[in-house]
Every structure is written in structure tokens, then in C-alpha cells.
């Protein structure tokens, strides 16, 4: 990181399992200092219509309104999403709405929203438009990682930050709104200065944090939120629940639950009281809730063996994207997909059941599986360990591997299913869960049943760093700064 000072935002440092981090409490009483924040920057644009270019895009024209900062949309001639931005009041006559190079090279602050994969096709012309003195900004390391692969940089002269919210577009659009009277409710957002040429490059990007609404904006550097964020929408964030979901289900059923019943242990108690409890009361509460012995004793063999088996196969995850594999496979499945597009995960019987226990909810009570539970705390814990144990600092970590989840992901997941969410997340998520979600579920058939189906793997020691584990007092640290808004998943 080129630096972490801001002569404008005033830092926090606080103390998370022994470890001092830096970070911005958000809000709106902040918005008033933004044209300081964006000194210098009379044009932001915003280069992308995605969930998240359309999120940013409106969010950031809401909080500069007043301020003489425009916010324009850039696009490619042609492009479906031209119809979506000008319904949101994004247009041509007045400047806000263009050909996408053309915004590029008009704007002071650049930020590239754009699918993965396209943006590394065009990162050459990118860089050569951006004007003298402008600013490139990312909510992802993904382009770093694919120079890098590559052998190359960003230009020398470039400023280069990150604002990376941690949540879908649609979560960073929809806490916005619904805490337009509540200060500071929105998604937790992580910064990254990379190259700042001029000294202006923290200002800028704590101020775009801001002005997304986040809450909690946390430091760190571009290698860590790509490997953190790769690692966990492959493994966390979308395809260990995925897997959760089909191993368990097909249990279920085996040992003579009936489907809908099945589908409520794997997945609705998944999405459903499960996160709730961890978002409210974190690890911990989930143990609290399973008040019988019996129950207890099912989540803590489940808990173990999931651990010993997740544990190597997410060590496994993270050298290959720390070195260059994973990116490499997407780009070449990327390439593939014009002649073999992705199928669809939710035509199986399961996910058809799925949709019918969802529009039946309130039939019956859905209590925490302690199966479901122990599995999935097991994958949650073994996640954060495998990225402590690279170094990531406890922000990064608590929000990659469980707040993120439960306080974003699972909601739309509870609301429209996990495989639609398989289904509808970026290119690079998706090629990554439908990658990855196999060798968990293989894991949990093969290892954790057959551990639970013997002896059990009851590790008294395991448990015992499970309920000492740090990664408690930390989401009641980080969790004092969380608004009272939870997202309204439609």
C-alpha cells in the first residue's frame, strides 16, 4: 500500500485478537467533506452496468449531489444496459451517459466496473485514454492478478486504489437506499492505494468508500483483497454453501427424510436461522442455540470433520490462486464460453423442491440442523485460519469469510436459492464455484460422512481452539460499528 494517512478522514485504530488495524468509521455525516475528499476531480466515471457499476454509479451521483462532481456512466456502443442507465436518469444530452472510452478519457477518476475478463482485454486501451493526472479505481484486484500473470504493471504514472465493497451490487444499492435515514447503513468496504503519483490517491479512495455508504472501511492492499476475495467466492462465500446443500440433501433423502424435509435441514436451516443467529451473535450463538446433548454432541463431530477435511483442500485453493492458477483457468474458460456457455445448476429435482418449500414458508417452524451447522462452522473456521495464516489481517478476514456471507450473500440466497445465486453472480465467481463446489462436496461425502458414519472424529483439542478461537471477539469488535439496518432481500 502506498500509504494509509489522510489528512481529511480521521483513522481509528483499533485492536482485533492482538493486532492493530486502521480503519474509517463511515456514515453520512461524512458527505460533507467529499468535495474535499475528491479535490482536483470534477468527473467520476463510472466504466460498467453491472450489479455493482450500477450500485456505485447511483450511489455516489446520491452522495455528490450538490457538489459540482458529475458522475457519468461508460459503455460499450450498443450495449443492452444503454436502455437500464437512462431509465435511472443517466443520458447522453446532458453528459452523464457515453461510449465508454469516450467517458474514460474525460474523467478524472476512472473506475472500472466491467466483467473480469473484458477488463483484462481492454486494460491496454484503458490505460493508454486515461488522462494526465487521472485516477484508476477497482473493486477488485482481479486486473492486478492478471498482469502479474503476464509479467506486466499498471503504468508508472497512474494513481491506482480500490474501493472493494464486501457484498453483491445489488446489497451495496439496497442498504444505501434503505438507510437513507440511518448514518452509515450500507456494506462494509475494504481500500487499497496501490500507486498514488500525487498524494491525493487516500483521500480519494476513503472518500469513494464513503460515499458508497459503507460503515466500516478497512485497509489493505490489492495481492490481499484478490487472493482473500477469489478464495472466498470459491470456497465460503458460494461454493462450500453449495455444497452443503447437495451433500446433505442427498443424505436426507437416503436415510428417509422426505424432500421438502431434507431441503429444510440442508438449506433452509442453512440460510435461514443458521445465518441469522451467526450475524447476530456470531460463532459462538450457534452452540448456545443447541441446547440438547444430543444436538451439541452432532455439531461438534460434525464441526471436526469437516474441519480436518476442508482445511488441505483450502490450502489447496489458496496457493492456486496465489499463484496465478486459478486466474489462468478463467481466462481460458472465459474464452471458451462463446461456444460453451455455462448450464444452469438449479434444474435438479432438489432446487424444484427448494422452490416450493420457499413458497410454503411458515408451515412449519425451520430450527438450526446441527449437521448442517457443525459442517458448515467447520468450513467457515478452517477458511479463516488457512487466510490467517497467510497474513490477512482479521478486517479482511472476518468479512471475507463470514460476514460478507451472512450479512449479503445469504439473504438473496434464503429469498431466491442458492443455486440462483450459483447462477447470477460474475463470470468469475461462477466459473470459480462450479470449479470448486465439486471437490467440497466430494470432501464432505467421502470424508466428513464416512468420519461421522466410524467414529465420529471427535478432537477434543479442535473444539477447544473453536471455542477459544479469536475470530469471536473480533465480529464483536468490527460488529459495534454495524448499523442497525439489515438488507431487505427481495
Given at each position: 500500500m502506498?500509504?494509509?494517512?489522510?489528512?481529511?478522514?480521521?483513522l481509528?485504530?483499533?485492536?482485533?485478537?492482538?493486532c492493530?488495524?486502521?480503519?474509517?468509521?463511515?456514515?453520512?455525516?461524512?458527505?460533507a467533506r467529499?468535495p474535499?475528499?475528491?479535490?482536483?476531480?470534477?468527473?467520476?466515471g463510472?466504466?460498467?452496468?453491472?450489479?455493482?457499476?450500477?450500485?456505485?454509479?447511483?450511489?455516489?451521483?446520491?452522495?455528490?449531489a450538490?457538489t459540482?462532481?458529475?458522475v457519468?456512466?461508460?459503455?460499450r456502443?450498443g450495449?443492452p444496459s444503454?436502455?437500464?442507465a437512462?431509465?435511472e436518469?443517466?443520458?447522453?444530452a446532458?453528459g452523464?451517459?457515453g461510449?465508454m472510452?469516450e467517458?474514460?478519457?474525460d474523467?478524472?477518476?476512472?473506475?472500472l466496473?466491467?466483467a473480469?475478463?473484458a477488463?483484462?482485454?481492454?486494460?491496454?486501451?484503458?490505460?493508454?485514454t486515461?488522462?494526465p493526472?487521472a485516477?484508476l479505481?477497482?473493486?477488485?484486484?482481479?486486473l492486478?492478478?492478471?498482469?502479474r500473470?503476464?509479467?506486466?504493471?499498471f503504468?508508472p504514472d497512474?494513481s491506482?486504489?480500490?474501493?472493494?465493497?464486501?457484498g453483491?451490487?445489488?446489497s451495496?444499492?439496497?442498504?444505501y437506499e434503505?438507510g437513507r435515514?440511518?448514518?452509515?447503513?450500507g456494506?462494509?468496504?475494504?481500500?487499497a492505494?496501490?500507486?498514488?503519483?500525487d498524494?491525493r490517491?487516500?483521500n480519494?479512495?476513503?472518500g469513494?468508500?464513503?460515499?458508497?455508504?459503507a460503515?466500516?472501511?478497512?485497509?489493505?492492499?490489492?495481492e490481499?483483497e484478490?487472493?482473500s476475495?477469489i478464495v472466498g467466492e470459491?470456497?465460503?462465500?458460494?461454493?462450500?454453501?453449495?455444497?452443503i446443500?447437495?451433500?446433505?440433501?442427498g443424505r436426507?433423502?437416503?436415510?428417509?427424510?422426505?424432500p421438502s424435509?431434507a431441503f429444510?435441514?440442508?438449506?433452509?436451516?442453512m440460510?435461514?436461522?443458521?445465518?441469522r443467529?451467526i450475524s447476530g451473535?456470531?460463532?459462538?450463538a450457534?452452540l448456545e442455540?443447541?441446547?440438547?446433548?444430543d444436538?451439541r454432541r452432532?455439531?461438534?463431530?460434525a464441526y471436526c470433520?469437516t474441519?480436518?477435511?476442508?482445511f488441505p483442500l483450502?490450502?489447496?485453493?489458496?496457493?492456486?490462486?496465489?499463484?496465478?492458477?486459478?486466474m489462468?483457468s478463467?481466462?481460458r474458460a472465459?474464452?471458451?464460453l462463446?461456444?460453451?456457455?455455462m448450464?444452469?445448476?438449479?434444474?435438479?429435482?432438489?432446487?424444484a423442491?427448494?422452490?416450493d418449500?420457499?413458497?410454503t414458508r411458515?408451515?412449519?417452524?425451520v430450527?438450526?440442523?446441527?449437521?448442517t451447522?457443525g459442517?458448515?462452522?467447520?468450513?467457515?473456521?478452517?477458511?479463516?485460519?488457512?487466510?490467517?495464516?497467510?497474513?490477512h489481517?482479521?478486517?479482511e478476514?472476518?468479512?471475507?469469510s463470514?460476514?460478507e456471507?451472512?450479512?449479503s450473500?445469504i439473504?438473496y440466497?434464503?429469498?431466491?436459492g442458492i443455486?440462483?445465486?450459483?447462477?447470477?453472480?460474475?463470470?468469475?465467481a461462477?466459473?470459480?464455484a462450479?470449479?470448486?463446489?465439486p471437490r467440497?462436496?466430494?470432501?464432505?461425502?467421502q470424508?466428513?460422512?464416512s468420519?461421522?458414519?466410524?467414529?465420529g472424529?471427535?478432537d477434543?483439542?479442535?473444539?477447544?481452539?473453536f471455542?477459544?478461537h479469536p475470530i469471536?471477539?473480533?465480529?464483536?469488535?468490527?460488529?459495534?460499528?454495524?448499523?442497525?439496518?439489515?438488507v431487505a432481500?427481495v
Amino acid at each position: 500500500m502506498a500509504t494509509t494517512d489522510s489528512s481529511l478522514f480521521d483513522l481509528l485504530e483499533i485492536e482485533l485478537a492482538g493486532c492493530r488495524e486502521r480503519v474509517l468509521v463511515g456514515g453520512r455525516h461524512l458527505f460533507a467533506r467529499l468535495p474535499r475528499a475528491f479535490a482536483g476531480i470534477s468527473r467520476i466515471g463510472v466504466i460498467g452496468w453491472g450489479p455493482q457499476g450500477r450500485a456505485q454509479a447511483l450511489n455516489l451521483r446520491d452522495s455528490l449531489a450538490g457538489t459540482g462532481i458529475t458522475v457519468a456512466v461508460g459503455l460499450r456502443p450498443g450495449s443492452p444496459s444503454c436502455a437500464q442507465a437512462r431509465a435511472e436518469g443517466f443520458a447522453e444530452a446532458d453528459g452523464t451517459l457515453g461510449e465508454m472510452f469516450e467517458v474514460i478519457r474525460d474523467s478524472d477518476l476512472v473506475i472500472l466496473l466491467i466483467a473480469d475478463a473484458a477488463l483484462a482485454a481492454v486494460a491496454d486501451d484503458v490505460f493508454a485514454t486515461l488522462r494526465p493526472g487521472a485516477i484508476l479505481g477497482l473493486s477488485h484486484g482481479y486486473l492486478l492478478a492478471h498482469l502479474r500473470t503476464a509479467g506486466r504493471s499498471f503504468p508508472p504514472d497512474v494513481s491506482v486504489i480500490a474501493v472493494c465493497p464486501k457484498g453483491m451490487g445489488v446489497s451495496v444499492r439496497r442498504l444505501y437506499e434503505q438507510g437513507r435515514g440511518t448514518d452509515g447503513a450500507g456494506i462494509n468496504a475494504s481500500v487499497a492505494v496501490h500507486a498514488d503519483v500525487d498524494g491525493r490517491a487516500t483521500n480519494v479512495a476513503l472518500g469513494w468508500a464513503v460515499a458508497l455508504g459503507a460503515p466500516y472501511i478497512f485497509l489493505t492492499t490489492l495481492e490481499d483483497e484478490y487472493r482473500s476475495d477469489i478464495v472466498g467466492e470459491r470456497g465460503i462465500l458460494l461454493g462450500i454453501p453449495h455444497a452443503i446443500a447437495e451433500a446433505v440433501y442427498g443424505r436426507q433423502v437416503g436415510l428417509g427424510d422426505s424432500p421438502s424435509r431434507a431441503f429444510e435441514r440442508s438449506t433452509e436451516s442453512m440460510t435461514g436461522p443458521l445465518a441469522r443467529t451467526i450475524s447476530g451473535g456470531g460463532l459462538r450463538a450457534v452452540l448456545e442455540t443447541l441446547d440438547d446433548s444430543d444436538a451439541r454432541r452432532t455439531f461438534q463431530h460434525a464441526y471436526c470433520a469437516t474441519y480436518h477435511a476442508f482445511f488441505p483442500l483450502l490450502v489447496e485453493l489458496y496457493d492456486e490462486v496465489e499463484h496465478g492458477v486459478e486466474m489462468a483457468s478463467v481466462q481460458r474458460a472465459t474464452a471458451r464460453l462463446a461456444r460453451y456457455p455455462m448450464a444452469t445448476v438449479d434444474g435438479s429435482r432438489m432446487w424444484a423442491v427448494g422452490r416450493d418449500v420457499r413458497n410454503t414458508r411458515g408451515a412449519r417452524d425451520v430450527a438450526i440442523d446441527p449437521l448442517t451447522a457443525g459442517i458448515f462452522c467447520g468450513s467457515m473456521v478452517a477458511q479463516v485460519d488457512v487466510l490467517r495464516g497467510h497474513g490477512h489481517a482479521w478486517s479482511e478476514i472476518a468479512n471475507e469469510s463470514i460476514i460478507e456471507l451472512v450479512d449479503s450473500l445469504i439473504p438473496y440466497m434464503h429469498a431466491r436459492g442458492i443455486a440462483h445465486m450459483v447462477d447470477n453472480c460474475s463470470t468469475t465467481a461462477r466459473l470459480g464455484a462450479r470449479r470448486w463446489e465439486p471437490r467440497f462436496e466430494a470432501a464432505i461425502r467421502q470424508q466428513v460422512f464416512s468420519t461421522l458414519d466410524g467414529d465420529g472424529g471427535y478432537d477434543a483439542d479442535l473444539l477447544h481452539a473453536f471455542e477459544t478461537h479469536p475470530i469471536h471477539d473480533v465480529l464483536v469488535t468490527i460488529g459495534r460499528f454495524r448499523p442497525s439496518v439489515d438488507v431487505a432481500a427481495v
